[in-house]
């Protein structure tokens, strides 16, 4: 948090993510995104972003169903993902599944899949050079605009930028 000239911050992550904002107000972001990536850290988070990937949270959920739709969820990335399809795949109500999500991951099902969706978008950027459009269908995204879409929402950056600043200079 950053309230006039006072920085504070609360756990580890979060204390890396000050340093590389402090990075980029004073030497800019090109120098924070090399810290950053010689860090293995992907992007200097927002304050209001969690520290926690949604999927590791799901992963560490003692909620058998979370856990059982993580790989599920990654074989069937590509297809339409509503509440309900997910629903039927727990054998659960819709609003069961809702209650889980939010109680658990303080989030909503559709916006998980997103994040799932975003995360492997940003796995294939980084560690490949497939083209956007190739990426987003391969992530369930309906296309590459809707991605970039996802990625300005949720990262401040577009798919090719984050590409740029933050994959392999190989």
């Keep these: 948090m950053k309230d006039g000239n006072i920085y504070t911050s609360a756990g580890m992550s979060a204390s890396i993510d000050m340093a590389l904002s402090l990075i980029a107000e004073d030497r800019g972001d090109a120098l924070a995104a090399e810290v950053s990536r010689e860090m293995v850290l992907f ?23 979370l856990k059982a739709l993580q790989p599920w969820l990654q074989e069937h990335l590509t297809q ?33 899949v997103e994040n799932v969706r975003l995360e492997t978008a940003r796995r294939f950027l980084l560690m490949t050079s497939m083209n956007l459009d190739r990426i ?10 809707v991605m970039r879409r996802v990625f300005m929402r949720n990262l401040g950056i577009s798919p090719l930028h984050y590409r740029q600043q933050f994959g392999s200079s190989e």
Excluded: W
């Design 43 to 65: 992007l200097r988070r927002p304050g209001h972003q969690p520290q926690q990937s949604l999927s590791l949270l799901a992963q560490s959920s003692n909620n058998r169903n």
């Design 80 to 112: 339409e993902l509503s509440v309900e399809i997910l629903a039927d795949q727990l054998a659960m109500s819709r609003s069961t599944l809702i209650r889980i999500f939010k109680t658990e991951l303080n989030t909503t099902p559709a916006k998980y």
């Design 136 to 145: 987003a269908a391969r992530c369930g995204f309906t296309s590459a605009d």
